[in-house]
């Protein structure tokens, strides 16, 4: 069972990228020999064991320890059954595929884009293809310039640098202009100057307007009349289509139109803008996307986009759609945000109460964690509500698998109160910074009878029973004061009054701390002298509490932020 477990897992790293997902690993495992299906319990526990000592090797020793083993697995190619916990896409050639996101920037990304990112990128790293970043920025009365940046960042961030190219769309007005002409000329374009909603009736009755019926060479002229001539809402520039479509939506789309209002990256030195569904068409044509992977809200944008390329004689994209994920609990509302935020109702868009981006990224999360969540939760067509406690259970979960054999351990009393252990001994404590990992080194700190506790514990411990401070020694409580009774733990265990363990730190080895919590409320306290060597960054577990974040440094005080238990 080892021997086969080990190749399975193995392969799958090597797959992808040296993260090994135990449900593939299990499924292989048992095609090759099905009497394992005898005791599945077992089998998963030497597959999560394997799973962890693999993770601790690089992606170049998993590829040379997979090629003695088993050098035909190594060799062997995906195009004819592609092994991995996502579906196969229709007609999808290996090396070959190209996919998009396309946020528009209205604000920072939050955990419905981080879902939707995800997915995009562990099918570009599946095939083997590419993933392209395209910035939407055609609606200007919805831009907030600091999105630019954010979503660049937090997108490369989010996929390992695995993005190919960044386009915004703003930089790309001259192929929308040359596209829309290619239509005009060819006769599959019209501008209408009809009052808005007279068209709208006519449109939804199934009945032309007068504008559709002129000839092309009066449409070139009108085509050129919106850059200089028209004011905003006087003409705009429509698809022909069925009029008569049984679906209202796809009649005489509207392509082009006239926009005054300033954009942030262009100014007022243009005025013709495209909607969306026509600029995503020009630019999945013209950047090579060969599947669209997004919601079902956009089924008819892209029944429309592949109108549009038609047209222009272009091939169209394979689409796929999602269901609407309902993050219920949660305010992802990017504009309400904003206004908060103006409000000083938040401290910005890294409050550590917002469910966006560049907040949890402060922190601590992973983003493996984000991409395991879009992977569990897969592509399909059925909608979804995923409530707020149910999401934090599987993040979380997730995340802590990424970070747990990273973070050193570390005392943490928060409302400290000082104690004398009467009788208490001297002793210097050496602590394994991982317990699971003893090459990460020592901490080390002298225990002299005096220590911090929390009040809570201070407050709260059974005056009837044995306790222990945690790694030191054993004690009870006599008329309100602490009192040694022995060091060694065995004495703690088997007693039949054992009570609490508790943290603690020595008093004169300790060092300032502050934790950010969800409240966005500061919780103060001391840490052993130890953690004053972790860096800004790095992720922590304060010893029977939680993860956090080290956030900032000073020489009077160490700042963490809250990640999760």
Sequence with gaps: MKDIVLKYVLKNAFDFRGKANSKVVLGA???????????????????????????????????????????????????????????????????????????????????????GTSLNYEYAKMYKGKLILRIEDTNAENIYPQAYELIERDVKWMTEEGVVQVFVQSSRLGEYYDAAEKLVNKGNAYVCECDADEWREKKNKGIACSCRELSVKENQLRYAKMFNAYAEGEAVLRLKTDIKDKNPAMRDLAIMRIVE?????????????????????VDDHEMGVTHVLNGKDHVDNGEKERMIMKMLGWETPEYKHWGRINFEG????????????????????????????????????????????AIETGLSLNDKTVGIEEFWKMLN??????????????????????????????KEISLDCHPEDPKRGKRKFKAKGEVYVTAQDYECLDVKKLHRLMDYC????????WKFVSERYEEYKDSDKRGSIIHWVPVGEEVKVEVLNLDNKLVKGF??????????????????????????????????????S
Excluded: C
């Design 29 to 115: 495992v048992l095609r090759e020999n099905s009497a394992l299906k005898s005791d599945v319990p077992a089998l998963l526990k030497e597959i999560e064991k394997t799973i962890k000592d693999v993770e601790k090797m690089t992606l170049a020793e998993v590829e040379m320890k997979l090629g003695k083993i088993n050098p035909t697995l190594l060799m062997e190619q995906k195009e004819e059954k592609m092994e991995g916990p996502l579906k196969e896409l229709l007609n999808a050639v290996m090396g070959k595929v190209v996919v998009r996101i396309a946020p528009s920037p209205s604000g920072p990304l939050h955990i419905g884009h981080a879902y």
């Design 527 to 564: 840490g052993e002298k130890d953690l004053s060597k972790a860096k800004v960054g790095d992720i922590v577990q304060l010893e029977r509490r939680y993860f956090a974040r080290v956030d900032e440094k000073t020489k009077d005080v160490i700042r963490l932020w809250y990640l999760h």
């Design 397 to 426: 979960a997730f995340n802590k698998e990424l970070i747990d054999l990273k973070a050193n351990r570390y005392f943490f009393v928060d409302n400290p109160v000082k104690i004398k252990i009467e009788k208490g001994l001297s």
């Design 330 to 373: 949660f305010e992802l509302s990017t504009s309400k945000i904003r206004l908060a935020i103006e409000r000083k109702e938040y401290e910005g868009w890294e409050d550590i109460r917002l469910p966006f981006m560049p907040a949890l990224r402060r922190r601590g999360y992973q983003a493996g964690a984000f991409r395991r969540f």
């Design 474 to 481: 054993n004690f009870v409580i006599e008329k309100g004061k």
């Design 261 to 281: 209002h300033v954009h942030p990256k262009t100014g007022k030195e243009h005025r013709v803008w495209p909607l969306m569904i026509f600029s995503v068409a």
